[in-house]
């Protein structure tokens, strides 16, 4: 996953059988410090170029020659400081070795030159796309190995090609790569590029044309393809939110997960359910396990059999870096069960860290193989200390174990969430608690949908239908949790963040041996929550009370809503994507839209219609009566036809009472053809009266129909307190228009940093000069206008009420 809110699981599986061994001594130290030492000095060492890196392992080694010479074997902190010491050499000295292959001159002189090259390459993951926005063309991301390079020729006698190997990303527009495998390789020509840095990766290919095959993936990776890929026909029937997340239990295949959904598994911290960890592993090894021991097979076939599984199931998730630990991990246990030497389990988690830096350093810097790192080390550490002491105050075995898990696995990964996503979830505890006892059922049917996809597709299908219903309970605990107050709180971002929480969280650890502070901390945080909780379900800070209309932050594109009562709303375009229109109506809390109002069919303002109908009763949709362009007309048509609501175009004249708001539609005053922009200016334009307030929504509208409504409707009808302002603030404003309308408050709908100039100086000094008040979405956010005691403010998400001019 990307890296996702968090990894919790990681080796959930694990917790059973190390509880049972946990005992009172002292643990030894010296393979967690070597752990350490190795990770942190990878970590660092992949910032720097080769040479620093070789200086820093030099001295390494020297200091750990000074401490074994004048500190001696004798004393546990001495061992300690010699293991630490010689995992900064192993770490050192792993990254540096690499980043001579990384710098070396045949990739790193024409990267810089950003040079023409043709490549060999060996495809390492699928291809990943990107630019999902409706109306803008995708591209695709692909980590490989470069296995050649050579100058693009520019006729015969080129030189040969140079053998190197390393990773580089390619980034293309190409759909043909698209249907490229891992292990496969392929022939490429494009531009060369320096990568950003703080990894192995040499350099970025920006890849022009469609891949050349030279031979075909491995067997091995065909076979695990082919089940991937049956995984997803088999899910497809399925509704599009099961349908979508199935695959992702499974096998950590989140091609086709609802980007809605992403957000609500990132607010209550189940991003793990989806990035293949030790929890996958373990659920998948124990069913062979159980199956192999039911069979009553003798020790070793059991072994050889969850073994071969652990490997199997590492390449079908395609080996990330969290499934590549786990398996390791289950290995080593594993062969001490068939030996009948059972290891301490943190020293088996540290010399799997030890070992999987040094193999491959690069996993020092990725945060999901961090998070699966920290969430195994809680649920060894603290999880079987927690679940005791649960049971010690009468909590039943089975509950104990299902709150310890979570809530150990939660707060050990806290600060690395913290640090990466500057928020807190407050609610991944109990989401977590609740989603755990149907992840066992979601991932075995989604493996056993995808290994008898290619046998019998009927069959796999039926698998695939079972696997929905728990599939549907992480959906609607995902959907709920989010929605629930203060569901994250802000936190600082960055290493800052991250290590100030990790600070706090072992303080409390430490503290809360006493059971003074363990009183007095239940005290505090059941004070905050029962304080605090009212003031979030009553006023939640926004929207803020007597709330007008509001405009949200999507985007380069429009969205306001107006609000109606608790949870309704008048919703006035979608935006371009689904999610951000899908935040925008989950911050609000509207739950009901009695009229979805869609101005005219560019992306930019029905990109997002599936983020307003996402779990929300959509009454009626009114339309322009322009059907252009077609895109945007089939996405409103298709998202209302699979509602069952209702659409209709709306004409000029036309009046409509929704609650306690009127709205009359006063343009276009006549068909516009022949303009500039047909669809823009044929937006609907329409005069709101929202108590006592008048607000103008203007679309896109420009200079032709903002002219045609000076001359057919008059300067005294479109007077309005609030404007929100047409077509983004481009320059195709008519100066009369404004100056008719009068506003005192303007809403300007613009993406930060547009490459269109939007909005445009001229106007917006125009419009101050009149005296209005101007709110940028790009600068200021959500932005709200309201009425406090009886006179119009206006307020932005982060700052209090100011009174409008």
């Known amino acids: 996953m990307s890296a996702g809110r968090s990894s919790p699981g990681g080796a959930a599986g694990g917790f059973s059988a190390t509880a049972s061994l946990t005992d009172r001594r002292p643990p030894d130290l010296r393979l967690v410090a070597l752990a350490l030492g190795t990770w942190l000095s990878a970590l660092t060492v992949l910032h720097v170029r080769a040479p620093q890196a070789l200086t820093a ?289 943190m020293p088996a988690l540290a010399a799997t860290v030890t070992v999987l830096v040094v193999v491959d350093p690069q996993l020092a810097g990725t945060p999901a193989f961090a998070l699966s790192v920290l969430a195994t080390t809680g649920l060894l550490l603290l999880a079987p200390r927690w679940r005791d002491a649960l049971r010690r105050v009468g909590v039943p075995a089975g509950l104990a174990e299902a709150i310890a898990i979570p809530a150990a696995a939660q707060l050990a990964v806290s600060p690395v969430i913290a640090g990466m996503s500057g928020t807190v979830s407050l609610v991944a505890v109990a989401a977590n608690l609740v989603a755990t006892p149907v992840m066992v059922p979601a991932t075995l049917l989604g493996v056993l949908t995808a290994v008898v996809s290619p046998l019998w597709l009927p069959a796999a299908e039926f698998l695939a239908w079972l696997g929905s219903w728990p599939a549907w309970w992480l959906v609607l605990v995902a959907r709920y949790g989010a929605q629930a107050p203060a569901a994250i709180v802000p936190w600082p971002g960055g290493w800052t963040g991250g290590l100030l929480l990790a600070a706090l969280t072992v303080a409390l650890l430490v503290a809360a041996r006493h059971r003074v502070v363990r009183a007095l901390v239940a005290v505090v945080a059941a004070a905050t929550v029962i304080g605090a909780l009212p003031v979030a379900v009553v006023s939640s800070g926004w929207p803020p009370a007597g709330a007008v209309v509001v405009t949200c932050a999507v985007g380069q594109g429009d969205m306001v809503v107006v609000p109606l009562r608790p949870r309704e709303a008048i919703v006035v375009d979608a935006g371009p994507e689904p999610a951000a229109a899908d935040r925008c109506l989950r911050d609000l809390g509207i739950r009901r839209v009695p009229l979805l109002i869609i101005s005219h069919y560019h992306v930019d303002h029905v990109g997002g219609i599936d983020g307003v109908f996402r779990g929300r009763d959509v009454a009626a949709v009114l339309t322009t009566t322009l059907p252009e362009p077609e895109l945007g007309y089939g996405l409103v048509a298709e998202a209302a036809a699979a509602a069952g609501t209702p659409v209709q175009p709306a004409h000029t004249g036309s009046s409509y009472l929704v609650g306690d708001v009127s709205l009359t539609v006063i343009g276009p005053p006549y068909e516009m053809r022949g303009t500039r922009s047909d669809p823009n200016n044929n937006s609907l334009v329409i005069d709101a009266r929202v108590r006592g307030i008048s607000v103008l929504l203007t679309g896109d509208a420009e200079t032709e129909l903002q002219q045609a409504l000076l001359e057919e409707v008059g300067a005294a009808r479109l007077r309005a307190d609030v404007l929100k302002m047409s077509h983004h603030g481009s320059v195709f404003q008519e100066p009369e228009f404004f100056d008719a309308v009068a506003p005192a408050v303007v809403m300007v709908p613009v993406g930060e940093d547009n490459t269109y100039g939007h909005p445009h100086p001229a106007v917006l000094a125009h419009l101050e000069r009149n005296g209005a008040r101007i709110l940028r979405t790009d600068l200021d956010g959500d932005v709200a206008a309201v009425v406090v005691d009886g006179a119009l403010a206006v307020v932005t998400r982060d700052l209090p009420p100011v009174p409008a001019p």
């Open 57 to 345: 392992a030099m001295l390494a080694l020297v200091a750990v020659a000074v401490v074994w010479r004048w500190v001696g074997r004798s004393g546990a902190w001495a061992g300690i400081a010699v293991a630490v010491l010689l995992g900064v050499v192993c770490g050192t000295t792993a990254t540096a070795a690499r980043l001579v292959a990384r710098d070396a001159a045949p990739v790193a002189e024409p990267a810089h030159a950003h040079a023409t090259v043709t490549t060999e390459l060996t495809v390492r993951r699928d291809p990943r796309r990107l630019g999902r926005e409706v109306g803008r063309p995708p591209s695709w991301l692909i980590p490989a190995w470069l296995e050649t390079i050579r100058p693009d020729p520019a006729g015969a006698g080129a030189d040969p090609p140079v053998r190197v190997r390393t990773r580089v990303l390619v980034l293309t527009g190409d759909p043909a790569w698209e249907s490229v495998s891992p292990g496969q390789r392929v022939r490429a020509t494009g531009r060369l590029a320096p990568p950003r840095g703080g990894d192995l990766t040499a350099a970025v290919l920006s890849a022009a044309g469609p891949p050349e095959p030279v031979g075909d993936p491995p067997w091995v990776q065909r076979a695990a393809g082919s089940l991937r890929a049956g995984l997803r026909q088999a899910s497809a029937p399925l509704p599009p939110e099961p349908g979508g997340l199935l695959p992702g239990l499974a096998v950590g295949d989140v091609s086709n997960l609802d980007p809605g959904l992403r957000d609500d598994f990132f607010v209550t911290g189940m991003t793990h359910l989806v990035a293949v960890s030790g929890t996958h592993c373990a659920i998948v090894v124990g069913f062979v396990f159980l199956l192999a021991r039911a069979a009553r097979a003798p020790p070793w076939l059991v072994a050889a059999a969850s073994i071969l599984t652990v490997v199997g199931y590492v390449i079908l998730c395609q080996a990330s870096p969290s499934v590549v630990r786990a398996g390791l991990m289950g290995s080593i246990a594993l062969l001490a069960l068939a030996s009948g030497r059972v290891r301490a389990a």
